[in-house]
């Protein structure tokens, strides 16, 4: 079965602080990408950053890095330097081929992070 | 431009009503999605239409309905809708259906049936 797994439904940092949301993944496909979304209770959903299945290389985007583990099938986000505007809903996605030959988002439950000054 | 554009922002709406939702990128991205999300899940995909053909329909209720006049447009039509279809509606674009790399969203419209 094709699935992600966050399994902090809740986390706190300090401001300036990193921190380490997690995900796991589950795909029988040797090609898939992962993606991380945050989320202001504003509601727009914000692209992060990007890990193909065949990068070599952790992605890295500014503040954010993506802990790649291709055989554990994590795929944590790292947050170095948090700043209170980052406190906000993080889904992890994972594109897949699904049974109509199209390419899909499968979705984590996310996880919630409050940033405290 | 390297936005995608959603309006309204918000819609209170009748069981009897019809409205619609727009969505706009100018990117030439070739795929446009529609999600409906809930408070505090993920989204969920109910349209993706693929250089202006749909190309998925994942058993969205006749009520929504879709429409892609051009490349750069998406509307969500929606007629004698439910208060449990109250919701945030995002908009998404990519490069294509297939292979691109992220889905750019846009702001979303959030929906309340009365």
């Known amino acids: 079965a094709q699935k992600i797994t966050q399994t902090q439904p809740g986390m706190f940092v300090q401001e300036k602080e990193a921190v380490t949301l997690d995900c796991t993944y589950d795909t029988s496909d040797q090609s898939y990408g992962l993606f991380w979304y945050k989320q202001p209770s504003s509601g727009e959903m914000i692209f992060l950053i990007y890990q193909g299945s065949y990068d070599e290389q952790n992605a890295t985007e500014g503040r954010y890095s993506l802990n790649f583990q291709k055989a554990r099938k994590s795929a944590n986000l790292v947050i170095s330097a948090s700043q209170l505007g980052d406190s906000a809903m993080y889904f992890c996605?994972?594109?897949?081929?699904?049974?109509?030959?199209?390419?899909?988002?499968?979705w984590g439950l996310g996880t919630s992070l409050a940033v405290n000054p | 431009d390297t936005e995608v554009t959603q309006t309204p922002k918000h819609l209170v709406m009748g069981m009897t009503n019809k409205k619609s939702l727009k969505c706009e990128q100018h990117m030439g991205h070739r795929a446009m999605y529609w999600y409906k999300q809930k408070a505090k899940k993920p989204p969920e995909l109910m349209f993706v239409?693929?250089?202006?053909?749909?190309?998925i329909n994942e058993s969205v209720p006749s009520r929504f309905s879709p429409e892609c006049p051009n490349s750069s447009l998406l509307n969500l039509h929606l007629h004698a809708l439910q208060p449990e279809d109250s919701a945030l509606y995002l908009c998404?674009?990519?490069?294509?259906?297939?292979?691109?790399?992220?889905?750019?969203f846009g702001s979303g419209t959030q929906l309340s049936v009365l």
């Open positions: 998404a674009s990519s490069q294509d259906g297939q292979g691109a790399k992220e889905l750019l």
């Open positions: 996605a994972m594109r897949v081929l699904n049974a109509g030959n199209n390419r899909k988002l499968i």
């Open positions: 239409y693929s250089y202006e053909k749909l190309s």
